[in-house]
Nanobody
Framework: QVQLVESGGGLVQVGGSLRLSCAASGSIFSINIMGWYRQAPGKQRELVAS???????YYADSVKGRFTISRDNAMNTVSLQMKTLKPEDTAVYYCRTWRAQIGYDYWGQGTQVTVSS
């Protein structure tokens, strides 16, 4: 089992910044992808950003240029730096680690991000 614990969510004004962090513990498979998803009320969960073990990144079009994902492989952590936040970024943000080929797939509990105008 793998446990993922997110931190760093909260309330921020439009244009502000937040940094989310996620720490993994337990039986971690070293070659994995780590990422952040979000789910707004009434909407489907969507992938925001992901990063592979070698640092290759993916960003949703809606966050490109504003969000930056990073990871520390030694510490088993992944972070999401969010800048120039917009009301539409309001959502519960979830950390995920996965490796599809072997059924390795774990989610955190989620952390609320609210951007107020």
């Amino acid at each position: 089992q793998v446990q993922l614990v997110e931190s760093g969510g909260g309330l921020v004004q439009v244009g502000g910044s937040l940094r989310l962090s996620c720490a993994a513990s337990g039986s971690i498979f070293s070659i994995n992808i780590m990422g952040w998803y979000r789910q707004a009320p009434g909407k489907q969960r969507e992938l925001v950003a992901s990063i592979t073990i070698d640092g290759s990144t993916y960003y949703a079009d809606s966050v490109k240029g504003r969000f930056t994902i990073s990871r520390d492989n030694a510490m088993n952590t992944v972070s999401l730096q969010m800048k120039t936040l917009k009301p539409e970024d309001t959502a519960v943000y979830y950390c995920r680690t996965w490796r599809a080929q072997i059924g390795y797939d774990y989610w955190g509990q989620g952390t609320q991000v609210t951007v107020s105008s």
